[in-house]
């Protein structure tokens, strides 16, 4: 990789570049192009970018994280008490380890080391609706979200981090309509009742050897239009190479967040833009006895906003390499596929 000076956009230029947004915050529209396009440049090779000067306060990460980790370290009954229930596909509240595979429908393998708590903005009251849901799903997709009952600080701190981070998606998301020559608000009426999970995935200590081809995080898309993740800097995500068909670390940088494209992206861009598989290997032996913590928001447009390829992304004479989807519809399918 090879650094640039710390004055322009791209601080670090490599696979998994490293951007500095923060002229894009507050900007005129060219300011705003410049840091679009080298997005777009990292969203049509790697599909993942590093992103600095995103302005969300370094406390809130940092107590996010401290909220998360007590939770974790509780006995493991305590935790139970606050566990998805079997069969329900609103993934909402506390999932053990191993229960579970975040693979890709065309990847086989044991269940994830992987503990994980997760909450929707659907499960917030209010915020569903049977305009916004159509009247099949209301019912399901409405219940609400699950919270510790003996620890206020950990529902505060989720709602507060999950708003940061919505609009930080949100600019992110007219930064990727710039970067595809698009209107800049060209996809504000599609993610302005979106559907977004907030996660804290725990990967605990691994004792002893796992089962053959087991990772904390098996190899994996994501579903939406993109992820915004914070890692701790023992590392270990990798995105995988479809040039060399080898994985390649994702930089840890104190103060970022690693964002990557997911499966509608490449939809509305006809591949254009690469929803990149990802994993969480197992570490070395030598490292296994510490635990990691990840928080992915996950982007996903509004459940009836139709996703299909955009002309821009078509030469004369070809044709869309996927069928148009709905976000709620495609959604589902994943999480049928991932948790069954």
């Given at each position: 990789m090879t650094s640039v000076r710390s004055a322009d956009v791209v601080l670090v230029d490599g696979y998994v570049p490293v951007i500095d947004i923060s002229s894009s915050i507050g900007a005129e529209l060219s300011q705003r192009k410049s840091v679009a396009n080298a997005?777009?440049?990292?969203?049509?090779?790697?599909?993942?970018?590093?992103?600095?000067?995103?302005?969300?306060?370094?406390?809130?990460?940092?107590?996010?994280?401290?909220?998360c980790v007590d939770f974790f370290g509780r006995p493991w009954e305590d935790k139970e008490r606050f566990?998805?229930?079997?069969g329900?596909?609103?993934?909402?509240?506390?999932?053990?380890?191993p229960s579970y595979v975040a693979a890709s429908d065309d990847v086989d393998t044991a269940p994830d080391l992987c503990e994980l708590y997760t909450v929707c903005r659907l499960g917030d009251p209010g915020v569903a609706t049977v305009e916004s849901l159509g009247a099949d799903d209301f019912d399901v997709w409405s219940r609400p979200n699950v919270w510790p009952?003996?620890?206020?600080?950990?529902?505060?701190t989720w709602q507060e981090y999950y708003d940061v981070l919505e609009a930080l998606s949100a600019h992110l998301m007219r930064l990727f309509a710039l970067g595809l020559a698009l209107?800049?608000?060209?996809?504000?009426?599609?993610?302005?009742?979106?559907?977004?999970?907030?996660?804290?995935?725990?990967?605990?200590?691994?004792?002893?050897?796992?089962?053959?081809?087991?990772?904390?995080?098996?190899?994996?898309?994501?579903?939406g239009t993109l992820t915004v993740l914070y890692q701790d800097d023992s590392g270990g995500l990798e995105v995988l190479d479809r040039a060399s068909d080898e994985w390649v670390p994702v930089p840890v940088i104190p103060g970022s967040f690693v964002v990557n494209v997911g499966d509608l992206m490449e939809v509305w861009t006809n591949n254009r833009w690469r929803s990149?598989?990802?994993?969480?290997?197992?570490?070395?032996?030598?490292?296994?006895?510490?635990?990691?913590?990840?928080?992915?928001?996950?982007?996903?447009?509004?459940?009836?906003?139709?996703?299909?390829?955009?002309?821009?992304?078509?030469?004369?004479?070809?044709?869309?390499?996927?069928?148009?989807?709905y976000s709620g519809e495609y959604l589902l399918h994943k999480i049928q596929m991932a948790y069954s």
């Open positions: 997005i777009a440049q990292a969203c049509a090779t790697s599909g993942f970018f590093v992103i600095t000067g995103h302005g969300v306060p370094q406390e809130l990460v940092a107590r996010m994280e401290r909220v566990a998805v229930p079997p329900d596909v609103t993934i909402r509240g506390f999932y053990g380890t009952d003996d620890a206020p600080e950990f529902k505060e209107d800049e608000d060209f996809f504000d009426d599609k993610i302005d009742d979106h559907i977004t999970n907030l996660t804290v995935n725990y990967y605990p200590a691994v004792d002893g050897e796992p089962e053959p081809g087991q990772y904390r995080k098996g190899p994996h898309s994501d579903w990149a598989k990802h994993r969480v290997p197992v570490p070395p032996a030598s490292v296994r006895s510490r635990p990691r913590v990840s928080m992915p928001y996950f982007h996903q447009p509004n459940w009836l906003a139709r996703v299909e390829c955009l002309p821009s992304c078509l030469e004369d004479g070809e044709d869309p390499l996927h069928e148009p989807v």
